[in-house]
């Protein structure tokens, strides 16, 4: 199978700062990828580089066989892009702005007019054609940004932060067309900084610190090395008071992480040292468990964040 | 070539839509210059009341004791001192007392009686060295020359000196020599704060950056935005002629045809400067202070109120890369003198030349600016 994305050692620098530090990555067809990392941590600008906008100062990239760097107005028309902002004319109708990016596209009458039906269908906003954009909700205005993102029908489509700022069910929603679409063939790759997201994708890679830290399926990351340092064990701890706890678990030796998981303890322990966990608190359950995607995440920044200083 | 300028089309039926959607800017954008055209237009007229006066009369005739009386009998004058030499007068202009100084020559009376033309001396004080109280000096100076042209107007030809470094009038109205100007002043204004501001409203909210992601061509987009307020901006100067020429019954003695045709790359000028400022302005705010920015050599540096003959050696070289001064020439010269094509040719061809080249210039900055 031919990647659909690659990036090849990118490098981006603006000045003095490194914004994306060798980057190197390959996405399938079909496949849905989530990019996760805090802000400033490089997503947005890797996006603009594969699309095009940004020349790389180093390394290199594809979109479906064709080099960033050279073919950057062939790329256009093969890709989606939804920016991190709105991309909608507020004072337009749902109907105008579909009409305009279909025109901008170079789509005209009869094609112009069923692809809107087909993306109005797909989105569910036949009922608000004629609303203007200003008077959306969120999740209405994203799922329109969606549609007009993917109006010429691109294979690849990368959405940066696409449900920042929307309630969850409007969130939920727009990650079922999401996969709808992917279903179809479509390529995604979205960015992130929500865990339950990035658990949502097929393969997920995490950017901290311009940095590609870790990339794999969601097993693949738990199982990681990396994660999982030698003679150590991740543990789950049902307590009553998770946050008492908390302090004097951090104090004690042997206790490399620990953070609170709604109302129990997860925390990274050397192996050893779990018999003297049962006699600290003999009241709490303590069982080995899997690490989620968010302890190895915070794992492994733990582990950049020594290594850096 | 049709690859330049891919996109246009919808980029510019979109920018009609919003520009009928939001009727409030629309009716501003295009009710302020009239405003200031009523304004800037009626206030040269009015500007000139009771203004304090020396004379100095050396005739000392019946004649000249009459044109004296003449004088400060009307509005425009206030007699608020008269004096026996001219280092007096002079003196008394110098200490501010008065703004206008009028000399009345020793043979003033023996010329009328000989029919020969008689010669009265105005000084208009332009002393005053802030900008806006040298505007007020050439109004008034233009003003002056008019009302004295009609006090005097019964007694024949009365040629009147004004002292040329302050102001020059080829008319006999003051209308005729400022409102010409003025257009070009207003439409300037007006056409770059739109198309820029519009522009940068997109860069604000985030559009710009999803339409560089389109196949939509740096030209383009601006082709597609130059056009709407191109047609806003002709309309504007349509309607503005029309009042110059029915309100402040301005005569054109050129072809309004070839006026309206040799605005256009006027218009293609300041539309491209609009987009120049678009790609340097970050904000709204910003938009608005560049192109304001534009206004104040295009009021004082372009002929539009000091003569260009009169400026100092560098202003000359600066006033000829200002746009506004060739179209006021055109302007001017079909309006005032019936200039034609043949007379004003080269005006139109640098104008059109600095329009390719201001947009080339916008072209340019946003594909770099888009690269990072
Ligand atoms: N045009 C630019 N000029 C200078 N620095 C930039 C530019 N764009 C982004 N950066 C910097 O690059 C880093 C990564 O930014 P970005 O890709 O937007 O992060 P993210 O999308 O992950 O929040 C940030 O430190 C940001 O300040
Ligand atoms: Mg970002």
Known sequence: MTPVITADHLTIRFGEVTAVNDVSFAIGKGELFGFLGPNGSGKTTIIKALCGLLAPSEGTGTILGMDIRRDAAEIKRHVGYMSQKFGLYEDLSVSENMGFYAGVYGMTGAQAKQRKEEILALTGLEPYLHRRVSVLSGGWKQRLALGCAIIHSPEVVFLDEPTAGIDPVARRSLWDLFFQLSGQGVTFFVTTHYMDEAERCGRVGYIYLSKLAALGTIEELQRLPEANPAGTSRVQIETADASMMLGSLREMEGVREATIFGRSIHALVETSEIERLHARFPQSTIETIEPSLEDVFVTLTYQIMKASR | ?372
């Open chain 2, 1 to 372: 070539m049709k690859a330049q300028f891919y996109g246009f089309l919808p980029v510019c039926r979109k920018e009609f839509t919003h520009i009928v959607r939001d009727p409030g800017t629309l009716f501003f954008a295009l009710l302020l210059p009239l405003v200031q055209l009523f304004l800037f237009g009626y206030a040269v007229d009015t500007n000139v009341r009771q203004l304090p006066t020396v004379v100095l009369d050396e005739s000392h005739t019946q004649e000249s004791r009459q044109l004296v009386e003449r004088l400060a009998a009307s509005d425009v004058f206030r007699l608020a001192m008269t004096v026996q030499s001219n280092e007096e007068l002079y003196g008394a202009m110098r200490a501010g007392k008065a703004r206008v100084g009028i000399k009345v020559p020793y043979d003033y009376a023996r010329r009328l009686q000989d029919g020969t033309t008689a010669t009265v001396l105005v000084l208009v004080d332009g002393s005053e060295s802030s900008t806006a109280g040298q505007a007020v000096n050439a109004s008034t100076g233009v003003a002056l020359k008019e009302s004295l042209g009609r006090l005097l107007g019964g007694g024949g030809v009365m040629p009147i000196e004004v002292r040329p470094s302050v102001l020059y009038n080829p008319s006999t109205r003051s209308a005729n020599f400022f409102v010409p100007g003025l257009i070009a002043v207003l439409l300037q204004t007006m056409t770059i704060l739109l198309i820029a501001l519009s522009l940068v409203r997109e860069r604000e909210r985030g559009t710009l950056e999803q339409l560089t992601m389109t196949p939509v061509a740096p030209l383009g987009l601006m082709v597609g935005k130059m056009i709407p307020y191109g047609v806003l901006a002709f309309s504007e100067l349509c309607v503005i002629l029309t009042i110059m020429r029915y309100v402040f019954q301005v005569p054109i003695h050129g072809s309004v045809i070839v006026l309206l045709v040799m605005s256009l790359p006027f218009l293609l000028t300041v539309l491209g400067l609009g987009l120049v400022i678009s790609t340097k302005a970050m904000t709204q705010a910003e938009a608005f202070q560049l192109s304001m920015g534009t206004v104040l050599p295009s009021v004082f540096l372009s002929g539009y109120i000091f003569l260009i003959d009169t400026m100092p050696a560098f202003f000359k070289v600066v006033s000829r890369i200002i746009p506004a001064t060739y179209y006021i020439e055109i302007l001017r010269g079909i309006i005032l003198r019936g200039a034609g094509l043949k007379d004003l040719w080269v005006d139109g061809v640098v104008l059109t030349l600095m329009g390719c080249t201001t947009i080339m210039l916008a072209a340019w900055q946003f594909v770099r600016q888009k690269r990072g």
